[in-house]
Each structure stands twice: as structure tokens, then as C-alpha cells.
């Protein structure tokens, strides 16, 4: 069902990247959140439950027997429910959503109800015997870092995806370059001028000046240069 | 066709559906567009989708690829997500797919009623016919306040003196906490080859059997068995249920079939939520029954008539409701 990463094995077995076809026949590549981000989301919801339980407990107490209930049925609630009521209206605890990470289906769409109320009810096997010790187990032998609970209800915890700015290669004047770049190379050059800016001035030199050779220029101009190769490939003449 | 062109090309539509998605993601009575714009979102979802496609097979830049992706993520979510309907389902669940789906597990239901209901009846035979049984199970403090909670001097059924003014709303809220809990547990340690189940099931049934007989044996007739007779019904049903569910998962871990473990177990787990949520509805019925009807000193006659029409109710609504629809025998 999922597909081996574009980019061969070898990636593959370094990066948490998962790869999914969908039925429009496109890959698209997710990035797995692993047990620490998921510790520290799971931390964080922890003390903001602690925080609601504590207000409850405050507020209700005043009520005498009534209030007892609602305290009661509260604590039922936020025990059990308070990961599935944000999961199904975002897909993130405010922990998770600290976090940057999102529970999604396996086929990459938004976590169902029945999906999330399964992997939550079996946070009380995850848990056993003690603070997520068979998660952490259940997570570290799988390849996509489920926990019981995903496993049972076909989720997966990835990375949100942040919001892209766009960084245009440098402006330059466009010229050919002096041979003819395969396919890779040319990627390799576009890659460069649209991570350029983002290096600092030695590095960008470092890298600028591996292609003396063919440049014969060196520092500032080495860089301009590439980038006028890069926009060639980007505009033709 | 050069990366610029194609750029300039598609750009509008790009920003376009953008401003589209942004949209559909708020609720449906808050969106701007007339819904002639809303339905063109799949049509331009899926050129969208070519679009990335020729990105990535004619080796554009890394950053425009990685742009067209994020936009397909987006629209993959929005296209795909489920929403809506949730009150027309809840009915129908009650009024049919829930007992459907125990009848479907009748076989789990079985093994998880054998495992609660013989360790409960021989422990009740022991300890009504032995005075010192119980104390190898429960320790004395609970077997106080239970004797407590049953003597007929006191006057809360079902509680004992200390809990005595609690109100009947507080006892409620209890329950619901306390045995929905157990109910949610016994379903979710199944997944460790169902031993987690059946432990939790057995315990239940020698803790329960037990403290029956003990009590019996004490002459506590007239306190004991018209303040559980009640709610058992719901009760101790539900938690059978949950037993089943949580041998459905544990099924699924041991013995998968021509499946692999995972998908097996992602089957197993969607067919024995269905239960488990049943399960926990009963629960509510039956901390309601417990907190407000059990309590009530009322002639034990009438209490065991309520209690012989819950449980027939029960039966007859595991056993028939839903039926009429073709359903497979």
C-alpha cells in the first residue's frame, strides 16, 4: 500500500519520510514525527489537563452534590475524550499543535472519529505498565512510528506542514552554461540558487567555487555566475 | 516548456485554489463563494495534481515542486475528509447497528460471558457456603464497607455510611466515571493478546461472585440483590460486550488469518468500537438506573419486577432490534 520513497532505499532508510500515492496517481511524501515531539506534545497536554481539571475541581466544589457529579463526568470526559475533540476538529491536541505535528489517516486524510476514538481508547494499553512504556516499544519497531493505538485505527502522527515562502532565485542575468548539465545537475544548480541566499557568504563560496573549473571565477562572482546558469535553465534565452 | 512559462501559465489558477481551499475549510455557513465556485474544487483539485505531476517529471525547481505539494496535501485533506451526519447515525447505531454488531461477535460475546459468569458463580457458591473466602480476594476494609453499604439499618442502598448523604447526582457521576472506565480498559488491554481482557474479566467475575455470596450468607437478601438486580441488567451485559470487543482485538493479534497482523487488527478494531461505544451507552443507562432507581428504598417485590422487565428488555434488544432489514443470518 505505501510506496518506497522517490528517491530510492538508501534515503529511505535515513529519513522518516513516508511516501503515499494518491488516487490522482501523485506521490505525496510525509514526515513522520517520532517519539520525543510526541512525548513533549504529550507533556504539554498533560499540564493543560492538570490546569482543567484543577478549575473544575475549583469551580464545582461550591455545588455540593451536583457539582461533585459534574466533576465527575468531567474528569470521565477530559480522560478519555479530550484528545478525540480536538483530533476530529483540527487533528491536533493544543500539544500537538504546539508541537507542529497532526494525526492523519494512513491514506493521508483528515483522522475519522471512529480512527480517533480507537487510538485513544488504547492509550490505556499504550500506557501499561507504566508512562507509554509499550507505545515507545510498539513505536520503535515499526517503521512509522505507530504506537498500539495507530496501529488499531490506521493513523499516523506527521509533521504540519509550515506555511512555504517562496524564495525566488537572485535576479541575474541569464547565460548559457559553457556544457551541456544533465537533468540532475541542472536541479542541482536551480537548487543552489534557490537555497543561495539562505547559506552564509563563506559556505556560499565554498560551494560556488567547486565549479572553478568550469567558472574560472571565484567568490562573489562564482556565486552570480551560477545563478546566471540557473536562470538560463529557468527561462531559455 | 521552460519552468517560467509553465510559472506564468498556471500561476492565477494556483493562487485561485488557494484561495479556495481557504474557504471550504470554514463552515459551510460561513463560506463567500457562491456554491457554483465551491463545486469547481475537485475539477481543479485534479489539475492541480497533473500540474505537480509534470513539475516533478520534468525536474523543476525543488521549490516550486515543493509549493505544488503543499497545495496537493491541502486539497487531498479537504477532497477526502468525512464530516456531517453524526445525529442520523447516532439513531440509527442505537436502533440497529449496535445490536447487529453483538450478534455478529456472538461467539466473542460467549467466551467473554464464560470467563465473567463461571469464575462469578463459583466464587459466590464459596463464599456463601465459607465465611473466610472473600478475605483471600478482597481485603477487610472493602468487605466492611460493603457490608456496610448493604446492612439493613442503613438508609442509602448501596453505599456506605460515610457516602450515605452523598446525592444521588454525585453517585451518578461516579458511576459513569468509574464503570464506563472499566468498560473503555477491558476493551483496550485486549490488544495484548486478550490475557489483559480476560484478566480484568475474571477479576471482576470472583470480585463480584464473591462479595454476592458473602453477603447472602450474612442474610442480607433483602438489601443486596434488589439494589443490583437493576442495574446488573445494563451493567454486567455491557461489560461482557466490552470483553468481547477486547477479544476481538485480542483475535486479531494472535490468530490474524490470511491477513497481516495490522490489517487485521485495524478490522478487528473498527468492528469492536462499535461495541465498546454501544457498551459505554448502556453504562450511562445503567449509572442512571444505579444512582436514581437502585437507591430508592422501595418493596423488594416491585424492584425485582423492574429489574425482570430491564433485563428482559435487554435481551430482547440484543436479540431482536434491527432485524427486519435483510440482515444476514
Known sequence: ?237 | MRQQQFEAEHQSRWEEIAELMDDLHRPQDKRRMPLSEQLKFPAYYRQLCSHYALARGRGFSPALIEQLHSLVLRGHSLLYRQQGGWRWRLLNFVASGFPRAVRRSRGYFALSLLFFLVPALLMGLGCYLQEDLIYTLVDQTTVAEMEDSYDPQNQRLGRSLERSSESDFTMFGFYILNNIGIGFRTFASGIILGVGTLFILLFNGLVIGGIAGHLSRLGYHDTFWPFVSGHGSFELTAIVICGAAGLRLGRAVIAPGQRTRVQALREQAEEALQLVLGAALMLLVAAFIEAFWSSMLIAPASKYTVAALLWIAVICYLLLAGRRLHEPR
Open chain 1, 1 to 237: 500500500m505505501l510506496a518506497e520513497t522517490p528517491q530510492g532505499d538508501a534515503v529511505a532508510q535515513l529519513d522518516t519520510l513516508l511516501s503515499y500515492e494518491i488516487p490522482e496517481g501523485v506521490l505525496l511524501d510525509y514526515r513522520l514525527a517520532g517519539p520525543v515531539v510526541r512525548a513533549c506534545a504529550w507533556a504539554i497536554d498533560a499540564a493543560l489537563r492538570g490546569v482543567i481539571y484543577l478549575v473544575l475541581v475549583l469551580l464545582m466544589a461550591l455545588l455540593g452534590g451536583v457539582g461533585m457529579a459534574v466533576i465527575f463526568i468531567g474528569i470521565f470526559l477530559v480522560e478519555w475524550f479530550y484528545p478525540v475533540v480536538f483530533e476530529i476538529s483540527s487533528g491536533a491536541t493544543p500539544g500537538k499543535r504546539a508541537m507542529g505535528i497532526l494525526v492523519i489517516q494512513d491514506n493521508g486524510t483528515p483522522v475519522s472519529p471512529s480512527a480517533s476514538v480507537i487510538r485513544n481508547l488504547l492509550r490505556a494499553a499504550d500506557f501499561l505498565p507504566m508512562l507509554y512504556a509499550t507505545g515507545l516499544l510498539t513505536m520503535l519497531i515499526n517503521r512509522e512510528f505507530k504506537r498500539l493505538g495507530d496501529l488499531a485505527a490506521g493513523t499516523l502522527v506527521v509533521y504540519r506542514d509550515q506555511q512555504l515562502t517562496r524564495e525566488l532565485p537572485p535576479q541575474a542575468s541569464a547565460s548559457k552554461p559553457p556544457v551541456d548539465l544533465t537533468e540532475s545537475e541542472q536541479l542541482t544548480l536551480l537548487t543552489f540558487a534557490e537555497r543561495g541566499e539562505k547559506l552564509s557568504q563563506d559556505r556560499r563560496h565554498e560551494l560556488a567555487e567547486l565549479l572553478a573549473e568550469m567558472t574560472g571565477l571565484k567568490g562573489d562572482a562564482a556565486v552570480n555566475r551560477l545563478y546566471a546558469y540557473a536562470n538560463w535553465i529557468l527561462k531559455g534565452r
